[in-house]
């Protein structure tokens, strides 16, 4: 059975730092391509960051280059975002998400590559 787990999520101030944990089950890191996506209320979900399966080939949204970091451990079949400089802007709930449809491919920043997603955890930034 495919589970994602986000883990991480808090109430910060502006400028602060939090790191996030999305931990799978069902499937390997070694094979398929993680993204982390977010969703303030309102908007439509909105991509933050990927990183791939085979050489680990990341890509961030713009609004977040620069401040924040995705990396994995295959071994914990956790994969993390690290945020810093956080912004009001930046609070919104947080998701991870797993492309299972084929092997090695190189991730997506496009919410519609993904089939699989955790519940969320939520970040809020004050002023």
């Known amino acids: 059975q495919v589970q994602l787990v986000e883990r991480g999520g808090e109430s910060v101030h502006s400028g602060g730092s939090l790191r996030l944990s999305c931990t799978v089950s069902g499937f390997t890191l070694d094979y398929y391509s993680i993204g982390w996506f977010r969703q303030a209320p309102g908007p439509e979900r909105e991509a933050v960051s990927c990183?791939?399966?085979?050489?680990?080939?990341?890509y961030y949204a713009d609004f977040v280059k620069g401040r924040f970091t995705i990396s994995k451990d295959n071994a914990e079949n956790t994969v993390y975002l690290q945020m810093n400089s956080l912004k009001p802007e930046d609070t919104a709930v947080y998701y991870c998400?797993?492309?299972?449809?084929?092997?090695?491919?190189?991730?997506?920043?496009?919410?519609?590559?993904?089939?699989?997603w955790g519940r969320g955890t939520q970040v809020s930034v004050s002023a």
């Open positions: 990183i791939s399966s085979l050489n680990g080939t990341t």
């Open positions: 998400a797993a492309d299972l449809r084929e092997r090695f491919k190189v991730c997506s920043l496009s919410r519609w590559s993904y089939g699989y």
